[in-house]
């Protein structure tokens, strides 16, 4: 019987991501427009179809920034922030919606809650995507001590 394993990724790469995304999203804000935006919906895709690790962000992690460091201490379960990718793109999508179609109110906010998203996960390593996906977990998998 073979077993499944996950892919692991290294924490520090995520908040590395989560760094430039708050750069990407603010700039969205500061300029009022939708470009740096739809640049930012393009990472989450890839993120999501082919993995955090694929990402342009975790990619440039891999190459310039982690060689410079100590291996981590860590690794951590990949589906979690994949998931974390998935909601920051539906924000953008929603965000592009609004700004492409004139809700310009649709499009800041939408912006403004991936940007504190993004922001609380580069500054103090809460990935609040990532505890949604655990959460949803939790509810979907019945603990077998309480069910009888």
Do not use: H
């Amino acid at each position: 019987m073979s077993e499944t394993v996950t892919p692991q990724v290294d924490p520090r790469g995520l908040r590395f991501a989560a760094a430039l995304t708050t750069v990407v999203l603010a700039l969205t804000l500061i300029l009022n427009s939708p470009w740096p935006l739809a640049i930012q919906a393009v990472v989450f895709a890839v993120s999501v179809a082919f993995g955090v690790q694929a990402s342009p962000y975790g990619l440039l992690f891999k190459r310039l920034v982690r060689p410079r460091l100590a291996p981590p201490k860590e690794l951590e379960d990949a589906a979690p922030p994949r998931f974390a990718q998935l909601v920051g793109l539906v924000f953008a999508a929603l965000g592009l919606i609004g700004y492409l179609s004139g809700a310009e109110v649709l499009g800041v906010v939408a912006t403004g809650f991936a940007l504190v998203a993004a922001f609380v996960n580069a500054a103090v390593g809460l990935c609040l995507g990532c505890e949604a996906f655990l959460l949803i977990q939790r509810i979907r998998t019945p603990n077998p001590a309480t069910t009888n």
